[in-house]
């Protein structure tokens, strides 16, 4: 009978192949099921046929004629003086006759005029103590001075706007600049067709200018300041934004809401939290943002909420200095936000020196079909180069947290992104989940109320180690190593250990995958991530072909699939976008490390599995022949 050796054992070959073909059936499965979901998402069709939208109104010169004008010459006069001379002259004969039988406010003008009518306001500052309602239709009302700071009207923080206009439709508004409300200094709701020239807004602790509900609606030659929302908020309106200039608000521009079709064109954006923010716009929306300038939008204003800056009244704020104290979180240092928009187009606009990114993108995974922040288009823009040509670059020119569907990227001048690879137009991307750090960054510091800001956001304020994606870093490579640690004591605890040195190779690739990982993360280095990813995967692969070959089979059948799909993460990170797959195969990896960890601890830390105890051989005496006997 032969004997039998101590490290012989049941065989599991088949029981580890029928759990290796499942995992990869329920993967095959998955990415199955997530394509079908998303089949819909990428050329979705309009539910009801598009209307014409109504044409804002023109210029005009005739109609009743009505003046208004300040009672205060001295502030007449001062304001006057920068108008052009032929104005100016104009300007001082019809303040003589307004005298005579004009209006000494807009109110009592507007509350005078007749459907149709034209009022002209003279230089002048004007205080009212309540806000003008406008409901009068077919009014234009025109400044005469040089720029909107000529003629400004002020609710001086007593009111919660200064103009409302309300189904004021044929409404055309020039040359005046509202300012100190408690809310909008201008709001515009439920108008058909409106035209706002050289309009202006100052110090409003809400919007600047804010169109809602309305359609028809033209921004041209725009300024507003100092806001704490956005210098300009289109909500739900079909708008166009052109030739405006938005600078120390928290946000520039905000177009946002499921109804919404606009065109933001030729606006310079600058100094404000963040520069153009694109925001809830739903499955038929159409958003159009071409040839903006933005830069320098990088300031942050949260570190004074609950400060005595902002607790006081708004009227007793430090406006001048340019303190805000922002009801809604945007991210500082960005130009371009599109945060869960649909069908928006970014394409020809010049930014520089943003701190956080040029352009960033994100969509909320789950969300229902062209509410996830599906088919945007980036193409064509100039990063990181000042009009004057000279270079000033962004710490990012994309960022993008890889949810959505058919979302695209033709941006062959952008020098660093995030991803380091972006899918390009054409390819279909269908993403219902992107990259997992990505993903919670944006669900973590997204658009939110300002009332509990979250501590670890460095585009909310947090610096170094505070941040939520170096803490999220180490924490990943401290359990990295510890696993591998944990899966190589298992193969060594086993009855047939791997031999000395199998595991060079495989634990330098993933040490220096998890270094590399946290100092990739640190700098902002997306190709950097990519190849600590492979690095990690090819040493889980090195690991799990060691672990196979010592008789580990299962254990290491199941780490070979992980640093496979490690280094398919790796290649999808940094090589090219693979568009087939529904979801970011980091979501892959992530789902089958925690059972991998469940085998690896019980191998490591488990009882011993007990050696078969060699079978018993009776040995029976051996009898020589007579012949071989030795007889004494």
């Not at 193409?379 to 695209?408: I, K, M, P, Q």
């Not at 590399?516 to 950097?528: E, N, P």
């Not at 580990?552 to 290649?571: C, S």
């Amino acid at each position: 009978m032969p004997p039998t050796r101590l490290n012989d054992r049941p065989d599991h070959r088949l029981a580890a192949l029928a759990f290796m073909t499942g995992v990869l059936a329920v993967l095959v499965f998955t990415c199955y099921v997530g394509g079908t979901a998303t089949e819909g998402r990428i050329a979705a069709p309009d539910p009801f046929p598009a209307l014409p939208a109504a044409e804002p109104p023109a210029y005009r010169e005739d109609g009743d004629l009505l003046l208004v004008c300040t009672a205060d010459a001295e502030d007449f006069t001062e304001r006057n003086e920068g108008v052009v001379y032929n104005e100016r002259i104009a300007n001082e004969r019809l303040q003589e006759d307004c005298l005579a039988d004009g209006y000494r406010d807009l109110p009592a003008a507007i509350a005078a005029a007749a459907p149709g009518a034209r009022i002209q306001v003279l230089p002048g500052h004007y205080a009212v103590d309540a806000a003008i309602v406008l409901e009068t239709p077919g009014l234009q009302i025109e400044g005469l001075g040089d720029s909107p700071d000529d003629v400004q009207i002020s609710a001086r923080f007593t009111a919660d706007t200064v103009l409302t206009a309300h189904a004021a439709s044929g409404l055309y508004l020039k040359g005046i600049a509202f300012g100190q409300a408690r809310g909008a200094a201008l709001r515009l709701t439920a108008v058909e067709s409106a035209a706002l020239v050289e309009v202006g807004a100052f110090q409003s602790d809400g919007a600047g200018l804010h169109i809602a509900d309305s359609t028809g609606v033209a921004l041209t030659d725009c300024t507003a300041e100092t806001a704490d929302t956005a210098g300009i908020l289109v909500e739900n309106s079909n708008a166009a934004v052109t030739g405006c200039e938005a600078t120390g608000n928290t946000a520039g521009l905000e177009i946002r809401g499921t109804a919404t079709t606009a065109t933001a064109t030729a606006n310079r954006l600058h100094g404000n939290t963040t520069g153009l923010v694109v925001a809830d716009t739903g499955p038929t929306a159409e958003v159009t943002a071409a040839d903006n300038v933005l830069y320098g939008n990088n300031t942050d204003h949260y570190h004074r909420l609950g400060t005595a800056a902002c607790e006081g009244d708004p009227a007793d704020r430090d406006w001048a200095d340019g303190v805000l104290c922002p009801d809604r979180a945007y991210p500082s240092g960005v130009g371009v936000l599109v945060a869960d928009g649909t069908g928006t187009a970014v394409t020809g606009n010049r930014i520089w020196d943003q701190q956080t990114a040029a352009v960033a993108a994100w969509g909320t995974p789950g969300q229902d079909t062209g509410l996830g922040g599906d088919r945007n288009t980036f193409s064509g823009n100039v990063f990181g180069e000042r009009e004057d040509g000279a270079r000033h670059r962004n710490r990012l020119d994309l960022w993008w947290d890889g949810t959505g569907v058919g979302n695209c990227f033709d941006e062959p001048g952008a020098y660093r992104t995030a991803p380091s690879v972006l899918p390009p137009c054409g390819a279909d991307a269908a993403r219902v989940a992107g990259d997992p750090l990505r993903s919670l960054k944006a669900w973590q510091c997204g658009l939110q109320d300002t009332a509990d800001l979250p501590a670890t956001c460095d585009w909310l304020g947090a610096r170094f180690t505070d941040r939520l994606e170096f803490q999220a870093a180490v924490a990943f490579a401290a359990a990295l190593l510890f696993l591998a640690g944990a899966g190589w004591l298992g193969a060594a605890r086993s009855p047939n250990p791997p031999r000395a040195g199998a595991m060079t190779f495989s634990a330098i690739a993933t040490g220096c995958g998890a270094l590399l990982f946290v100092l990739a993360v640190w700098s902002g280095r997306a190709d950097y991530e990519a190849l600590a990813v492979a690095l990690w995967g090819c040493g889980w692969l090195l690991a799990g072909r060691s672990w196979f070959r010592a008789g580990v089979r299962f254990l290491g059948g199941f780490t070979a699939i992980v640093g496979g799909l490690a280094v398919l993460d790796a290649v999808d990170r940094g090589v090219a976008t693979l568009a087939p797959m529904p979801v970011s195969p980091a979501w892959l990896w992530i789902a089958l490390l925690p059972l991998w960890t469940l085998f690896a601890l019980a191998a490591a830390f488990g009882p011993r599995r007990a050696e078969a105890e060699p079978p018993q051989v009776e040995r029976t005496p051996v009898t020589a022949p007579a012949s071989d006997r030795w007889d004494w």
